[in-house]
């Protein structure tokens, strides 16, 4: 409660402070325009009697005087070739923000004012008359498209965000460099009937350097631009972005998560270039977008936007035609830092015009070895700078070593092949990384036998709640004398397998062993990528990409096991233009990928053969220990070999229709999966032991305090045993089909409208020799028979296909998206979005589950309650063991009318804009899951309860979860400013299902009970504040950006930032171990009973009370709830500085350092929650200490 309390003052200050700010602000602010067109580089002054303010507008007409005092100002804007403005304002915090029109000189008054300008009107007769050209008619032809930066968009981002440009389209004064925003190639997109200043937006993205200027009331051309894409990014759901009509997890609307094409081309209306439309989901590549316009006067100064572009798209191609004066700026290509580099723009001025302006970034230069551009990044992270390791147990413990190098070059420009392609209508990419890492773990705090257990002695041993351990003979029901096992009691399979466990090496009984150990991967990448602009209507661009490593896995008994995987994509894309407002685009992917895992003992050591370990595969990959599972101890194991080859093609078309002011998207995609894998997913055996062997039975219920796990394992008496293997190599098949609508629709310039359909279907997988089992289950569980496909249930009388599920055709997924500003006058914007997303993945491992069940694979599912003489040697041959298991041999059935589930989503979200740079933002958003996953073992009883007389031991899934999610999103943003950028987000949510697809455990623990289930979901967390600043030397005027000389070199280029984190942690359920065992089941989730004391105060060193807990009466189910257990606030801060030093116009090197948990702050983020084991309530984990990497980067 104290943790809230402090969360909502903080909450509350901070509202109150923005309040304050905003109620005592007097700031004023404005945007200069002419026809439509903002102004940049125009002198605002703003006088009161003495005191006189200069300032200029920005490119995009924008100015803001932020401390300018209240009363009357008067206000003048001037601009060499247009009339001055002059205006008497009154300044005050509310006070509303002015628009300015300047209305250009006539030919005569810009006469005189040369003439003025250069002292007499006979200077200007000395050099001849002057003669003012008639303005130039637009010539008919269609530009040249203008691309985007090449490369993939980056990942993460919905379809609104992956291409939606920007407006950029007023030419930067001379010796002014491009925005960061201009070269990161976003273009402007807006309606063709409306050139000029048509839609308004406020992205939830927008960059700092495109909202510095967006104050309340003022418009700027950014948010002109990204208001209609608004409605589609206003779908924000936990957390993360997500378009409204976008698919999380899908490449939909639009090829497979790669961009959609730019505009068409089309000849400049009135003067301004239509820009590329927005790609949409990511990752993916924005197509080229659209030819600059004409300009406006052949005499006057050059009118002609660039290009549009799609963000992150090929490499920019095309140009607005310049004016005589100055050519049109070049199209410019994607941000140098995403995932791929933008290439120059290039100016095609007139014939009759000459060159274009040689200072417009991307225009031809006398070098064309200025056109190509690379990076070179080199980042290293080594533990020498890292924190020492928090030691759980107080003991010292050694560093992990840990050393990674990655290195990453790119290069590329125009594609030119001698006497084939000239290079001017082509750009290609080449990027290559290596990866050498060393990864250190700390190893997990764990317990190894003591010398004294290992000889059967248990008289120090300690079980749960540190009570002495007290074990029984299995034979007699009598306690052990002295609690010890004879020796020649000892099983010797049991004492040969001892032998793999290392002996303590940290004092106690319990959490006497820690090894760090270090991981060893190596990674190497490259890929080239092209694209070609054939001719005005026709594009094509494609790639190649190869990945490869290979990895050493130790484990703290010192099995290493290696992998090595490799990876090809091929992908090729085509647009053609259908006159000006329709665009086709057809893409096909080819992708494949092979992953092996080899285990230690793997064609090495037959340890089953050598040990007498009957039952197991005998193949040499699967060689071996088997797996041993213990409640107390640390489990022995090692990798599974598997083999996957997995192979993807996908191939799409999309079709873009603008029309009037929809733009209408259609598509349809077909994708086809291979998945071909060799393993055994159990092939050694798995053995449990639980400490029901030596515990005190009544009526055949193990009592609490009794038994303990190595005691039974000394014995050789297991209290589960499983193995599976056989028809290792399996071919599964399947594919997906989606076909979608969508029409972005502004309405007027201050509404903005996304909606449309989408349908979904995945065919059930299948495999290709028919080899997977499912179970025909009669009613209420009663009987069950083996099914293949093609075969009728013999049960139900049902036909079973390929998949043995039937498909679910009926994934039909609404969406809508909605952004609208109530006030042309005000910076508020309101947002809402609804969608419908399903889940399309399920059948892939449901088809896994059924594969290698029997008759085709031998499975064995044993447990000691119903096979007395269950032994470790024998368990899977011994006759004795199968007459008396009523356990089914498959451990896994699907209901064959599944259905797909699906989750609904909606939000609703405010922002304004405040003084001061600040923007807030609050939401809410919400979402509902139905026919979510239900896990289940039918016929399942509570441990020392009578055994169902029917089929059990096997898991069924079905469908009909449910979920629920609220939250409440308060964001405080500080555009960047002076250097200065910094934002604040608080998030408050509750997420409650039933413990299906909300990460439950996964099997319920009452299978007639699913109400019980409800609870939290795992990944709840109920406040998360994040707060972030980031500040740049060398902005503004306090920044230092008027230093100069050695001040200059020293302070400036350099940047600091930060992250803090303080979040809840999601929440833990308490189950019940050791020697409660289910009836009728190998494995199944037993939660505690809650006896009513209250989980706090907790002692020392743990996270709860334990008496709040106990293990459930026999022949009843623990009473407490999932998740009903939260662990403690969790704190980071993550910071980094870098410094750029640049050696030329086109040459930079950049140094950073990072540090994650900077302050080295100690975060336990696990605990161990289950009862009836020694160190329950105990925490087991911790959060990484302090770490640093540095990077080096040098682009050219």
Not at 850 to 862: D, E, F, G, I, S
Not at 1057 to 1080: C, E, F, K, W, Y
Request: glycine share 14%; charged share 15%.
């Amino acid at each position: 409660m104290q943790i809230k309390r402090i969360l909502l003052g903080c909450l509350a200050f901070s509202l109150s402070v923005v309040v304050v700010m905003r109620l005592l602000a007097a700031e004023h602010r404005g945007v200069v325009t002419s026809s439509g067109h903002p102004i940049p580089g125009a002198t605002v002054t703003a006088t009161q009697g003495e005191r006189k303010l200069v300032t200029t507008t920005d490119e995009k007409g924008a100015y803001s005087f932020p401390n300018l005092g209240e009363g009357v100002w008067t206000v003048e804007v001037e601009l060499f070739g247009f009339r001055p403005a002059r205006r008497e304002i009154d300044v005050s915090a509310d006070a509303a923000p002015l628009d300015w029109e300047l209305k250009m000189l006539s030919d005569a008054e810009m006469l005189e004012e040369l003439a003025k300008r250069a002292g007499s009107r006979s200077a200007v007769a000395a050099g001849g008359q002057a003669s003012v050209p008639a303005p130039a008619r637009p010539e008919a032809a269609p530009q040249r498209a203008v691309g985007a930066g090449r490369g993939p968009a980056q990942g993460g981002r919905p379809a609104s965000e992956a291409g939606a440009p920007a407006a950029a389209s007023s030419k930067p004064p001379r010796g002014v460099q491009p925005t960061a925003q201009a070269q990161a190639g976003r273009g402007t997109r807006r309606s063709p009937e409306q050139p000029g200043l048509d839609f308004i937006a406020v992205g939830i993205n927008q960059s700092a350097e495109a909202s510095l200027f967006a104050q309340e009331g003022v418009i700027t051309e950014d948010q002109t631009a990204e208001l209609a894409t608004s409605a589609a990014r206003s779908y924000l759901v936990q957390g993360s972005m997500s378009s409204a009509l976008g698919m999380p997890g899908q490449g939909d609307w639009g090829m497979f998560g790669r961009g959609m094409p730019g505009g068409p081309e089309m000849m400049g209306l009135a003067g301004r270039g239509m820009a590329g439309f927005p790609g949409p989901e990511n990752p993916g590549e924005g197509g080229p977008g659209i030819g600059g316009g004409e300009p406006v006067s052949a005499g006057g100064p050059a009118m002609g936007p660039p290009g549009g572009a799609g963000r992150g798209g090929p490499a920019g191609m095309g140009a607005g035609r310049g004016g005589p004066m100055m050519g049109g700026r070049g199209g410019f290509g994607g941000a140098a830092e995403g995932p791929g580099r933008g290439g120059p723009g290039r100016g095609q001025p007139p014939a009759w015009m000459g060159r274009a302006g040689a200072l417009a970034f991307g225009n031809n230069r006398r070098n064309p070895r200025m056109m190509y551009n690379g990076n070179l990044n080199i980042n290293e992270a080594n533990s020498l700078l890292n924190a020492q390791s928090y030691s759980l147990s107080g003991q010292k413990i050694p560093k992990p070593y840990s050393n990674t190098t990655t290195v990453n070059a790119s290069f590329g420009g125009p594609f030119k092949i001698p006497k084939l392609l000239s290079g001017n209508n082509g750009q290609f990419m080449i990027n290559a990384g290596v990866t050498r890492s060393r990864v250190g773990q700390q190893g997990t705090l764990t317990t190894m036998p003591s010398l004294l257990e290992r000889a059967g002695d248990f008289s120090q041993s300690v079980s749960s709640g540190g009570q002495p351990a007290l074990i029984y003979d299995p034979a007699s029901g009598a306690p052990f004398p002295g609690n010890v096992i004879p020796t020649w009691r000892i099983d010797p399979v049991a004492a040969e397998l001892l032998k793999f466990y290392p002996l303590p090496n940290l004092p106690g009984q319990v959490r006497n062993f820690q090894l760090p150990t270090t991981r060893y991967n190596n990674n190497q990448n490259f890929n080239f990528r092209i694209n070609q602009t054939l001719n005005s209507r026709n594009r094509i661009s494609g790639g190649l990409a190869y990945s490869g490593g290979n990895n050493r896995e130790p484990n703290i008994f010192g099995f290493i096991d290696t992998g090595a995987s490799r990876g090809i994509n091929a992908n090729l894309a085509y647009s053609h233009n259908f006159g000006s407002r329709r665009i086709l685009s057809l893409n096909y992917n080819f992708s494949r990928n092979r992953n092996q895992l080899t285990p230690f003992f793997a064609f090495r050591d037959n340890v089953a053969e050598r040990l007498g370990i009957q039952g197991v595969s005998t193949e040499p990959i699967n060689w071996g220990p088997p797996t041993l599972n213990f409640t107390n101890f640390a489990g022995l194991s090692d990798g599974a070999a598997s083999l996957n080859r997995n192979q993807t093609s996908t191939a799409g078309g999309n079709l873009i229709w603008v029309y009037k002011n929809h733009n209408l998207s259609f598509g349809a995609n077909y994708r086809r999966q291979q998945v071909n894998r060799y393993s055994d997913p159990n092939g050694r055996g798995t053995f449990t032991f639980n400490g029901y062997a030596t515990s005190l039975l009544i009526n055949g219920a193990a009592q609490p305090g009794t038994g303990f796990d190595l005691a039974d394992f000394l014995l050789g008496k297991p209290g589960t045993a499983t193995v599976r293997y056989g028809a290792s190599s399996l071919y599964f098949r399947g594919y997906l089909i989606d076909l979608f609508m969508q029409d972005d629709w502004r309405i007027n310039s201050r509404l903005s409208l996304v909606y449309g359909v989408r349908w979904d279907y995945q065919s059930p997988v299948r495999e290709l020799y028919n080899r997977m089992v499912n179970l025909d289950v009669g009613p209420l569980f009663t009987a069950i028979a083996r099914v293949l496909p093609g075969q009728t249930g013999p049960l139900t009388g049902r036909l079973y296909g390929a998949g043995l599920v039937n498909g679910d055709p009926n994934n039909i997924s609404p969406r809508l998206g909605v952004a609208w500003r109530p006030s042309a006058k005000r910076s508020t914007v309101l947002r809402a979005g609804y969608g419908v997303y399903f889940n399309t993945s399920v059948y892939s491992n449901v088809a896994g589950q059924m594969a290698q069940q029997p008759p085709l694979a031998t499975v064995w599912n044993l447990n000691l309650q119903q096979s007395p003489l269950l032994s470790i040697a024998d368990a899977f041959t011994n006759p004795a063991n199968f007459k008396t298991n009523t356990l089914t041999t498959n451990t896994f059935a699907v209901n064959p009318e599944y259905r797909i589930g699906y989750v609904q989503q909606w939000n609703f979200s405010i922002q304004q804009n405040l003084p001061l740079s600040l923007q807030a933002t609050l939401s809410y958003q919400g979402s509902k899951g139905t026919q979510l996953n239900r896990l289940f073992q039918p016929w399942v009883m509570p441990p020392g309860a009578a055994a169902a007389p029917y089929p059990t031991g096997y898991v069924y899934q079905s469908y009909g979860g449910n979920s629920i999610y609220h939250g409440a999103v308060i964001q405080l943003i500080r555009r960047f400013r002076g250097g200065l950028s910094a934002g604040a987000g608080y998030v408050f949510s509750k997420s409650i299902d039933d413990g299906g697809a909300g990460g439950g455990s996964g099997q319920a623990q009452d299978w007639l009970n699913f109400k019980a289930e409800r609870g939290l979901s795992s990944f709840d967390q109920r406040h998360n504040l994040n707060i972030n600043f980031s500040y740049s030397t060398g902005q503004g005027r306090m920044g230092g950006g008027l230093l100069t000389g050695w001040r200059a070199h020293l302070l400036n280029d350099w940047t600091i930032m930060s992250q803090i984190q303080l979040a809840s942690t999601t929440p833990m359920t308490v189950t019940v171990a050791g020697n409660q065992l289910s009836r009728g089941a190998v494995s199944q989730t037993l939660r505690a009973d809650a006896t009513g004391i209250p989980l706090h105060p907790a002692p020392a060193c743990l996270l709860f009370n334990p008496a709040a807990f106990a293990v459930p009466a026999a022949g009843r189910w623990g009473n407490a709830g999932r998740n009903i257990v939260e662990g403690p606030m969790l704190f980071s801060l993550n910071a980094a500085a870098a410094r750029v030093f640049r050696l030329g116009e086109r040459r930079a090197l950049e140094i950073q350092m990072r540090a994650n948990n900077a302050l080295n702050t100690v975060v336990v983020n696990r605990w161990n929650t289950q009862i009836n084991t020694n160190t329950f309530g105990l925490p087991t984990g911790v959060a990484p200490m302090r770490s640093v990497t540095s990077s080096l980067r040098f682009r050219f």
